[in-house]
């Protein structure tokens, strides 16, 4: 099928909705989990919120960049141990929005009921035309001229490597030729879905000075680990937000909303939308 990706306006919030009942007129059953992302996807694509966020974020991570070049003790990735004073400077960052921003083929998996998921992803990513994250490039291009190596490790298949880098280069973001600085997933056979390995890879030849990602799995191994888990490691790193690592807002998707359905990947829209509910209905509203 052909997939046009549109130029997106402020009349988005309209072509949304009256995607929405298009779909639901020819959908049989009403597309919760669509309907569920709307507010999440829309914040993304059309708030100054989201700019300011993203801005936020970046800001913070320059700043902590200065300090992290000066204390060459620090790192910033839990596989790193031991004297790292004598490695050469590198950042992690993940790709996905965190430095390209795929609002515009969420929007159209929100649309578009009829088109497997996965597809429209694979098309969109082979395009390579996402536009850089607010801040993003700025600060890479920081970092660089710093002297800093930028690893990206992002759980886009390793197929997708040409074209990721094709639009990483499209953006503004230069790659070294002599060495693979972009770690996708099974780009080896033990690299799957958990960046550890990978992270752990980078460790071995760079003092990483900070990871930057939108998810929870960008920092440490237990994005996997039930949501209340998940959260009390979260609290755990305090010192290290803002500092160490560096966190995108990402609303639409992640290993959090995966956690949040108790990763029951077989539950059908409705069931999904149920979980999340009762999830809820377990806190204490005080009302
Ligand atoms: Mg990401």
Not at 55 to 68: F, I, K, P, S
Not at 189 to 215: C, I, N, S
């Amino acid at each position: 099928m052909a997939v046009k990706f549109g130029t997106f306006t402020l009349a988005l919030a309209c072509a949304l909705s009256s995607g929405l009942a298009a779909a639901q007129e020819t959908t049989p059953e009403p597309p919760v989990a669509h309907e569920d992302r709307l507010n999440a996807i829309l914040w993304q694509m059309s708030s100054a919120e989201y700019e300011g966020a993203a801005r936020t974020a970046y800001l913070a991570a320059r700043l902590a960049l200065d300090d992290a070049l000066k204390d060459k003790t620090r790192t910033a990735a839990p596989e790193q141990t031991g004297d790292v004073s004598k490695l050469p400077p590198a950042i992690i960052m993940d790709i996905d929005e965190t430095v390209l921003d795929n609002g515009p083929v969420q929007v159209h998996m929100l649309l578009d009921a009829k088109t497997r998921p996965g597809e429209l992803m694979s098309h969109w990513f082979d395009r390579a035309v996402a536009k850089p994250t607010p801040g993003a490039v700025e600060f890479i291009q920081y970092a660089q001229s710093k002297g800093v190596m930028i690893f990206f490790i992002s759980n886009r298949n390793a197929d997708k490597e040409a074209a990721t880098r094709r639009n990483l280069e499209a953006v503004g973001v230069k790659l070294p030729a002599d060495i693979d600085t972009v770690l996708l997933e099974k780009e080896r056979p033990e690299w799957q879905r958990d960046k550890g390995l990978r992270r752990a890879e980078v460790v071995k030849t760079h003092r990483v000075l900070m990871l930057v990602g939108d998810d929870f799995g960008d920092f440490v191994s237990a994005w996997n680990k039930p949501s209340p888990e998940r959260r009390a490691v979260a609290a755990e790193h305090s010192a290290r937000w803002g500092r160490d690592w560096i966190m995108l807002p990402n609303p639409m998707y992640g290993s959090w909303e995966n956690a949040a359905i108790n990763f029951n990947f077989r539950a059908t829209p409705a069931e999904r939308l149920r979980i999340k509910r009762d999830t809820l209905k377990a806190f204490d509203s005080g009302e």
